[in-house]
């Protein structure tokens, strides 16, 4: 079995959907027996309306209880910080303040707009706005020491306009090779985020699975730690093209992934 490390529930996440019940029902009905929950932390977001912080202690009492009723069922406690250069401190602090097994950083705002919303950046030319993005995803986790995954390095790419606007290594290889750089030597593992897989094939883009380049360097570079997570928000998307992405993976050459309990890393083979 290969852990699905990234989904969220309506109780500790504005925009999701489902309840901790219809989730782990729907992940024993697909044969799985553990998942991450990664609930959304921004420690500070431009104002939609939705609230995107917690109680960090609410959840870690709310969580002992959910595995207390999810039995044999096991649930690793995440977190995913959404990230701004001003904010790094401010995660550092906070993913030390309860014991999570698994701590996600990701980058959801483009020059403090909420992309999925504000469309500006997309006038930009795709060169320009994924080098940007992925300076932000190298940043993140040169400026964090706190967390254990980079999460979708593709998120900026889910809701492009032009459908051959697909992330490539090309584009930007020296914001790459920084962000790799940081994970090895920190010893964090990239996330493939199966959920922008789905996007990019509903939405009709030209390409849908991860740029080999991106992969082949990262593994090149000395990268051994790669999570799958579906980052499920409602019924019916978890574990999402799962079985496409692992032959994609094992294609590549690659042998195994991860996923961190007790914010350690734990292999299963592809
Ligand atoms: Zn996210
Ligand atoms: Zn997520």
């Known amino acids: 079995m290969i852990t699905d490390g990234h989904n969220h529930t ?3 996440s504005p925009d999701a959907g489902q309840s901790i019940d219809e989730l782990i029902s729907e992940a024993k009905s697909k044969g799985f027996s553990r998942i991450g929950i990664t609930e959304h932390f921004e ?8 609230i995107w912080t917690f109680d960090l202690n609410e959840y870690d009492k709310t969580f002992e209880k959910w595995r207390e009723s999810a039995g044999d069922f096991e649930l690793l406690k995440g977190i995913e910080f959404g990230y701004q250069t001003h904010v790094a401190d401010e995660i550092d602090r906070l993913a030390v303040q309860i014991p999570f097994d698994v701590v996600l950083l990701s980058v ?4 403090g707009k909420d992309f999925y ?3 500006e950046c997309y006038q930009l030319p795709a060169k320009e706005l994924h080098s940007e993005y992925l300076g932000m995803m190298a940043e993140m986790c040169e400026k964090c020491n706190n967390y254990d995954v980079a999460a979708h390095y ?6 492009a306009d032009n459908k051959n606007d697909f992330i490539t290594y090309d584009e930007c290889p020296k914001e790459f090779d920084r962000l790799f750089e940081a994970l090895i030597s920190k010893g964090k593992a990239l996330e493939i985020n199966t959920k922008s897989i789905q996007k990019h ?7 849908f699975l991860p740029d080999a380049a ?5 593994r090149d570079m000395g990268g ?7 980052d499920s928000h409602n019924p019916g998307t978890f574990a999402v093209c799962f079985n496409e992405a692992v032959e994609y993976l094992k294609s590549l050459g690659f042998k195994e992934t991860v996923y961190f309990k007790d914010r350690k890393p734990f292999f299963e083979s592809l």
Request: hydrophobic fraction near 35%; aromatic fraction near 16%.
């Open 214 to 218: 991106i992969l082949n360097r990262y």
């Open 43 to 50: 420690v500070e977001y431009p104002e939609d309306g939705l």
């Open 108 to 111: 959801h705002l483009f020059r």
């Open 201 to 207: 094939k509903d939405g009709g883009f030209a390409r």
């Open 154 to 159: 593709d998120y900026i790419n889910r809701y």
């Open 117 to 119: 919303v504000d469309r």
């Open 10 to 12: 309506k109780h500790f």
């Open 224 to 230: 051994k730690l790669i999570t799958l997570g579906s």
